[in-house]
Structure formats: C-alpha cells, structure tokens
C-alpha cells in the first residue's frame, strides 16, 4: 500500500489567508520529502474555509520546488470553466511537471460555487460529461477543431493559421493524457460505474463510513467490466483522515479534543450537509433522523488518532473491512500546531506504512 495526501482543505474563518495557504504548500512540499506518492488539493471559488480556488493555479506554484511526487487537481470543478482553458492549462501543467501530473474531476460539489458560475439550476452531471469529453477530444484531434455541444462549443476553423501555429492547442506530455482521478462521496455510486468503464480511477472521500466506502469496489469493478478493463485494486485510493502522535493522550486531545483542527473539520460538513440534505452521509442507518446525527459519532468513527501502533491497527482493521486498495491518502487538515502537524505526517509515513505493509505481505504469504 502506498501513502498519499488529499487536502481540501478546511481552515477556521478568521485565520490569515496567506498563512493558510502557506501552510498548505508546506504540506505538500514535506509529502514529497517524505516520500508520498502523490497529493491532490481541491477548490472552492466561493467558501472561506476552503481557501484554494484553484487547484491549477496551486499545483503551478509547487512544481519547482517539489522532486519526485505526483500532483493531481482534487478536483477540477468542470461545469465552472469553458473545455478549452481546461484542456490548454492542464495541458501545460502535465509538461511544467514533466508527466508528474493526475488529473482530477468532477462536476463540482459546493453549491454556492455553482450559484457563482451560474449553473445552480443546470444539469451539472450533463455539464461535467460534455466538458470532459470535449477536453479529451480537443487532445485526441488535430486542428482545426469543430466541437459543438449544449453547453459549449470549441472551433478554430474561421481563425486558424497552421504555418504559424495558430489556433492550434498543445497537447499533455503524458499519452493519450495525464491519468484521470475522481472523487467519489455518494455510498453505491452509479457514476463510479461509468467512469470504471473508461478507465477512471477512484478516490474515496475521507468522510464516508466505511460502510458506504466499502460499497465503491462492487461498481468499479462492474464499470471495468463493463469497459473491457481489467479492475485493479491498486487504482483504487481511500482518503482517511489521521492523526498520529507517540503521546496517546496527546494525540486524542489534538484530533478529537475541543479545539481540534479534525473536529472542527467534521463541524464545518456537518452542518453544510444538514443545510443541502446530505446527512445521509453519516447514518449508516439510513432511518435516523437528521437531528439524531452527532459530531462525536462522526469523529470517533472517522479519525484514526492514536500512536503509531494503534493507528497501523486502525487502518488495518478499515481495510479488512472495505477490501484491499492501493494508496491511502492522508486527509489534509488544518496546522493548529504546526509542529504536531508536520510529526504526524512523518510518523504516518516513516512508521505506521511499514506496519501496514509488513501485515499485508504476512497475510498475503
């Protein structure tokens, strides 16, 4: 199993904009010292807790000072911008990364964000395929291009100047493209089968149950089925959120304490998800009602915190549960102590990894 890390993020409304996002890069820039895998981050255009508004923008600013990881947007929001600028700035990207690029997708979940864009009352499902599929012809065909949808259309044919190179749209360093990532939050996801079936790969959200995570693997496995691939647990990715610290006391007082950086986490999509119906989420009984929903519950199910030991348990005991996968992503969240933060990520890397691994070979031998 590989590590990995997958941040939102959320941080809490009154702290510094450019501290938030300079300790976001810093997490990313230790991942890669670390030796993780990979990183994604999300964007949200119209929330102040979750203050990337570009994961593009955000991954440009790392790719020179990061050595061997890969970057991956977590998510592109497709619905809120035209395919062309899509396909041309990731198409840059992969290059400036030198084909250490994931390209994550999605049609966008934050509701005031597609109120911005205009697309509150649209079809955002039917939006996110046509964007996506228009980038993918953009890379697939030469100029000059011809391609009309509901939603956008993309043509140089009136402008282009093959002899000088214009109207003509660079294309991902990576062949046919960059790897194509999406998240996955809804328990048996019809959406997850079709993406399989093109040969997408998952990544399941942090706060899901795993109750519904489990539910992931049954339709990506149909969907490659059904796409003539062949299913591969190695492509599957789960993020968790974690918190590990050699000090037992320590570590439940940082991750589950009153002032915890993961609690107010869960407090912030708690009560999101009460206000757009999306509780559900949280109820492994789906008969609950909304009110009986509480935050400790969440958390006590959701976070791992504990010593090095206990959390390689922990995840241990997740993956028997869910089945097998190939990366785990470590759940960004916000630095209320930096020095805890970074130790944690170091620890989970350096010491919970090679636990879990050297089970997985017992097991498997």
């Not at 203050?51 to 790392?62: D, E, G, K, W």
């Not at 241990?316 to 933060?341: C, I, M, P, Q, S």
Request: charged residues 25%; neutral net charge; proline residues 5%.
């Amino acid at each position: 199993m590989k590590i990995g890390f997958f941040t939102m993020p959320i941080h809490p409304l009154d702290k510094d904009y450019k501290k938030t996002l300079s300790e976001d890069r810093q997490a990313f820039l230790l991942a890669d010292k670390l030796g993780y895998s990979e990183a994604y981050c999300g964007e949200h255009v119209t929330d102040v807790a979750e203050n990337i508004t570009s994961s593009t923008l955000f991954i440009a600013s790392l790719v020179a000072e990061t050595k061997q990881i890969r970057l991956g947007t977590g998510t592109v929001n497709m619905p809120n911008s035209h395919p062309a600028a899509i396909a041309g700035q990731i198409a840059m990207l992969d290059h400036m990364l030198d084909g250490r690029f994931n390209f994550g997708i999605s049609p966008g979940g934050l509701a005031s964000d597609a109120e911005v864009f205009g697309n509150l009352d649209k079809d955002r499902n039917a939006m996110f395929v046509e964007c996506i599929d228009m980038v993918l012809d953009i890379w697939k065909k030469e100029s000059p291009y011809n391609l009309k949808g509901k939603y956008w259309t993309v043509s140089t044919e009136r402008t282009e100047i093959k002899e000088l190179g214009q109207g003509i749209m660079r294309k991902p360093l990576q062949k046919p493209h960059p790897p194509i990532v999406c998240t996955v939050v809804a328990p048996f996801s019809k959406g997850l089968i079709s993406a399989a079936a093109r040969g997408w790969h998952p990544i399941s959200a942090n706060f899901l149950l795993p109750k519904w995570v489990k539910t992931h693997w049954p339709n990506y496995v149909k969907g490659c089925i059904e796409g003539g691939l062949e299913p591969c647990a190695q492509n599957w990715r789960i993020a968790k959120s974690i918190f590990v610290c050699e000090d037992r006391k320590k570590a439940k007082e940082y991750a589950l304490g009153n002032q915890s950086p993961y609690v107010f986490y869960y407090k912030q999509l708690l009560a999101k998800f009460l206000k757009h119906g999306k509780a559900n989420l949280f109820k492994e009984d789906q008969n609950i009602a909304d009110a009986d929903v509480k935050l400790d519950d969440i958390c006590n199910k959701l976070i791992f915190c504990g010593t090095s030991e206990e959390v390689a348990d922990k995840i241990l005991e997740f993956r028997e549960e869910v089945g097998d996968f190939g990366t785990l992503l470590y759940a960004g969240h916000d630095w209320a102590d930096v020095e805890l933060a970074k130790k944690s990520m170091e620890l989970t890397s350096e010491k919970v990894m090679p636990i879990i691994n050297k089970n997985i070979k017992i097991a498997a031998e």
